[in-house]
């Protein structure tokens, strides 16, 4: 079965420095896997997703993953942390192997910026 | 492009009535997922629909039930609601084959007292 476990359930940087969120995925196939980001009463918004192209996968905000199959991780990196940066982040994998939008998210992690 | 939209918002209602909570997706889209999201269990999965059919459905049970209508605007009901049930309701829509993103609204808040 496909799932995923982000190994941080929070995270505090400093602005200006740099951002790792954790995620480990489980899969008897090759899975598609997606980090989403959710500020404080707001939906959820994507960031990036991989689907077995390049297996490093830049987003928006300068955000990347990269698919390492070795390690079964799909960590989420920033080079230089903003405050807007704040929120909770999601890392997901669709469940199934046809044309099935069944979504398993993580736990999430929820990452602090300080000044 | 408009975003997905839910309505309402927020909504409170009692145990043991029944809600029923909209969402609209982005124009062309013809899958709807629907998810519960609490501070306790996470974001779950309830149902997706792909042109008005039920194409995937999470462990819930059967007193969580949807639909989707031919404008693929889709629709969730809850009947005899329990305190439990009390969560941000989440829904997406996506063009409706595997591997395409899903675009999510901002949530309805259903509180049950």
């Known amino acids: 079965a496909q799932s995923v476990t982000q190994l941080d359930s929070h995270v505090s940087v400093s602005e200006g420095t740099p951002v790792l969120l954790r995620c480990n995925y489980s899969?008897?196939?090759?899975?598609?896997l997606f980090w989403y980001v959710q500020h404080p009463n707001k939906g959820l918004q994507l960031l990036l997703k991989?689907?077995?192209?390049?297996?490093l996968v830049k987003g928006i905000n300068g955000f990347e993953a990269e698919f390492k199959k070795s390690e079964t991780s799909f960590h989420l990196t920033k080079p230089s942390a903003h405050m807007s940066d704040a929120a909770e982040y999601f890392c997901?994998?669709?469940?199934?192997?046809?044309?099935?939008?069944?979504?398993?998210f993580g736990a999430g992690t929820r990452l602090t910026v300080k000044p | 492009k408009a975003g997905v939209t839910q309505t309402p918002r927020y909504l409170i209602k009692t145990r043991g009535q029944q809600v029923t909570l909209s969402c609209s997706p982005i124009?062309?889209?013809?899958?709807v997922s629907w998810y519960q999201q609490t501070p306790g269990q996470g974001l779950q999965f309830l149902f997706e629909?792909?042109?008005?059919?039920?194409?995937n459905k999470g462990n819930f049970p059967g007193r969580f039930s949807g639909r989707q209508f031919s404008n693929s605007r889709s629709e969730m009901n809850v009947s005899t609601l329990e305190l439990g049930d009390s969560a941000l309701y989440l829904c997406?829509?996506?063009?409706?084959?595997?591997?395409?993103?899903?675009?999510f609204g901002p949530g309805t808040r259903l509180t049950v007292t």
């Open positions: 629909y792909f042109s008005e059919t039920q194409r």
């Open positions: 997406a829509s996506s063009l409706g084959q595997r591997n395409y993103e899903q675009y």
């Open positions: 997901v994998v669709i469940r199934g192997w046809n044309n099935n939008n069944d979504m398993r």
């Open positions: 991989y689907t077995s192209a390049a297996t």
């Open positions: 899969s008897s196939y090759s899975p598609s």
């Open positions: 124009s062309g889209h013809r899958s």
